[in-house]
C-alpha cells in the first residue's frame, strides 16, 4: 500500500490535518513537540466509482465515490539542525524511510515560528519553512552516506567494485536506485568515485527529492491573510485547513450534515439539531469551502498520489460479464498502480502466484483479449486468467 507521510515543523497542524484525513485518535495541542512517536492510520484516495457507468452496481462505493486506502504517518515536528540531534532529531527522521511521498506541513497563517513557538498572526514567513525541510533530509541523507563513504573509496580503488551499488544498497530502506544515483550525479557535475565532502553535500541535495517527492500543504488557511494566501499558493502549495474538515467530519458522524470528504459544500438535513455556535462555526467554514473549493485535505491526498507519484486505479474481477470476484461481489477491489504498469503487473499486485502463472488479460468494458504489455488505464476494469487459482 502507498505510505504518505506529512512532515513540518511542530505546531504547523500536523496532528490536526492526520486527525482530519484519517479520523484516527492523536494528540492536538497548541505547542511544539505534541507529537513524539509517529502516528499511523489509513487515509483515502477519492475517485469517480466505475460502476457508475456500468449496469451493475457494486454496493462498495459511497454515492459513485470510491476511496481507496492509503497509508498516512504523521511524524514528530522538525526543526532546524535536526539531522545534528536537535529537537527529536533522527527519530524524525528516520520515520520518513517508509514513505513513498511526502506532504510538507506548513503555517500558512504565520503564526508560529521556525521551532513551531507561537508569535503573532502573520509576522512569520511561511515559505521559510520550505527549505528548512528540504536542507534537513540532504543533510540526513548525505549523513548516512558519510557514514560508509571511507570503507566504499577504498572499495572503489578495484575496477569490479560499482559505487552506484554500493550506495543503493546502503539506501536500500529509501527506495534509491542505481538509476538515481547516476541522474543525480550527472545533475550535481560530480564523479562519485572522487567526490569530496561538500560534493556529497550538493548530490544529497539533488538525490532526496528522487526518492522522496515531495507537495505542500499550506495548512491553516482559514486562518491566513489574504496576503499569505496569495504568497503561499504562488509556491504551488495546496491551501488546507485540517481544523475544517475535522470539524465537518465529526458533524457528518453526528449526523448533524450530510458530506463527503472533498466535497466543496455540505448540506444540513435539519438545522433544528444545531445550536447558534454550531451554525455560526459551519457558516464560517462554508464560507472558506466557497472561496478555496473545499477544505483542501482530499486534495492534497489525491494530488500526492495521483499526480506526484503518478498513480491510476485499477479494477481486477473474475466474470468480466458481471464485473464481479469468485464470491459474486461486484468491483470489490482498487488498485493503484503507477502509471505505465501492465496486465501482468497487475496479476503481481493481486497476487504473485497469479503473476507466476500469468497467461492473458480482458478488458471488461470491451469484452477483448488485451496484450501482456498493454498500458493499463485509469479507471480500467481487467481479468486476469492465470494457470494459478
Not at 93 to 100: C, H, K, P, S, V
Not at 268 to 296: F, S, V
Not at 320 to 333: A, I
Not at 357 to 363: H, T
Request: glycine content about 8%; aromatic content about 6%; overall charge negative.
Amino acid at each position: 500500500m502507498i505510505t504518505l507521510a506529512l512532515a513540518g515543523k511542530p505546531n504547523c497542524g500536523k496532528s490536526t490535518l492526520y486527525r482530519a484525513a484519517t479520523m484516527a485518535p492523536a494528540e492536538i495541542a497548541n505547542y511544539p513537540f505534541t507529537t513524539i512517536d509517529a502516528n499511523r492510520g489509513v487515509a483515502y484516495v477519492r475517485v469517480p466509482c466505475p460502476c457508475t457507468a456500468l449496469s451493475h452496481r457494486c454496493g462498495v462505493c459511497a454515492d459513485g465515490i470510491r476511496y481507496v486506502a492509503v497509508h498516512l504517518i504523521d511524524v514528530a515536528g522538525l526543526v532546524p539542525e535536526a539531522h545534528t540531534g536537535k529537537g527529536l532529531g533522527n527519530q524524525f527522521l528516520d520515520n520518513l524511510r517508509q514513505a513513498d511521498a511526502i506532504i510538507q506541513v506548513i503555517d500558512a497563517s504565520g503564526g508560529t515560528d521556525i521551532e513551531g513557538n507561537p508569535v503573532d498572526p502573520g509576522s512569520f514567513d511561511p515559505l521559510d519553512e520550505i527549505p528548512m525541510l528540504k536542507n534537513e533530509m540532504a543533510m540526513w541523507l548525505c549523513g548516512i552516506i558519510e557514514k560508509h563513504w571511507a570503507k566504499m573509496q577504498r572499495q572503489a580503488q578495484s575496477r569490479t567494485f560499482s559505487i552506484y551499488t554500493g550506495i543503493a544498497e546502503i539506501l536500500a530502506g529509501l527506495s534509491i536506485r542505481e538509476e538515481h544515483l547516476v541522474e543525480a550525479e550527472r545533475d550535481a557535475g560530480i564523479h562519485l568515485r572522487t567526490a569530496s565532502p561538500s560534493d556529497l553535500v550538493g548530490f544529497s541535495r539533488i538525490l532526496m527529492p528522487r526518492a522522496k517527492p515531495m507537495i505542500i500543504a499550506a495548512n491553516k488557511a482559514d486562518l491566513a491573510s489574504p496576503e499569505l494566501i496569495a504568497k503561499v499558493r504562488t509556491a504551488g502549495a495546496v491551501l488546507t485547513s485540517g481544523a475544517a474538515e475535522l470539524a465537518l467530519r465529526s458533524a457528518a458522524s453526528a449526523h448533524l450534515i450530510t458530506y463527503q470528504p472533498g466535497d466543496p459544500d455540505f448540506a444540513i438535513p435539519d438545522e433544528g439539531k444545531l445550536n447558534p455556535a454550531q451554525k455560526t462555526g459551519l457558516e464560517k467554514m462554508r464560507a472558506y469551502m466557497k472561496q478555496y473549493n473545499g477544505t483542501g485535505v482530499q486534495t492534497i491526498i489525491n494530488t500526492a498520489v495521483l499526480e506526484l507519484l503518478d498513480m491510476i486505479v485499477v479494477y481486477p474481477v473474475e466474470d468480466e460479464t458481471h464485473f464481479t470476484d469468485g464470491q459474486g461481489r461486484v468491483l470489490p477491489d482498487a488498485f493503484l498502480m503507477k502509471k505505465g504498469s501492465t496486465p501482468h503487473d497487475l496479476a503481481y499486485q493481486v497476487h504473485t502466484d497469479i503473476g507466476k502463472g500469468f497467461l492473458y488479460a480482458v478488458d471488461a468494458k470491451s469484452k477483448m483479449r488485451i496484450k501482456e504489455s498493454t498500458l493499463l488505464k485509469d479507471g480500467d476494469i481487467i481479468k486476469i486468467v492465470s494457470t494459478a487459482k
